[in-house]
């Protein structure tokens, strides 16, 4: 396998783990979390919310890691680290933040203080506790897929201008 194949092969997975990590947070933002709001009573919504999500957060976690090794391997091969002091390539900066900010929920805020947080936060007010979660994870998605739709077009060969 020379270095170009080891390329292709880091982008096959980038692709692969962003599709199954973003595509896991638009399911839980567009069908999980409405359904949760609308049809589960309060006393059950967030026992169902912490197992649903918490399987899906396991699996982020070895997404997240995939993309950024497959993300930084491609940079070194395209030899492209100073994209990240153009504005043209603002997709890479958001590609990068969006990563930033998952792994901090999930490696660092979710243990160390936002589970229990939002636990607390539920008991106390369900309804406002949920409407505030959805539209977190409405913020991300919508940040996610412009990141998507920017990265396709800019590697592509689509200039910014
Ligand atoms: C540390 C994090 C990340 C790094 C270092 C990184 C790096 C890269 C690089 C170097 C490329 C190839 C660019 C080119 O061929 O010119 C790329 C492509 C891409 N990345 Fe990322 N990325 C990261 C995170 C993400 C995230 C979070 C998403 C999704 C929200 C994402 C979605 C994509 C997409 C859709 C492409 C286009 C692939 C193609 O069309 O062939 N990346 N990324």
Redesign the pocket.
Known sequence: MDSFDLFVLA?VL??VA?VL??GGVGLVTLVLIPSLRAMTAPSQRLALFEQLEGRFAKQAKWL?VI??L???Y??EF?N?WS?YSSFEFW??H???F???I?SLVLFVFEPLFLHRWFHQQAEKDSEHAFMWLHRMHQVLLS???I??AG??A???GYSFH
Do not use: K
């Open positions: 982008r980038h692709i962003v990590w973003i997240t993309t950024m497959s993300g930084v491609m940079i395209l492209a994209r997709w890479m958001l590609m990068t969006i990563w930033l998952f940040l996610s897929l990141a998507i990265a396709m800019g590697s592509h």
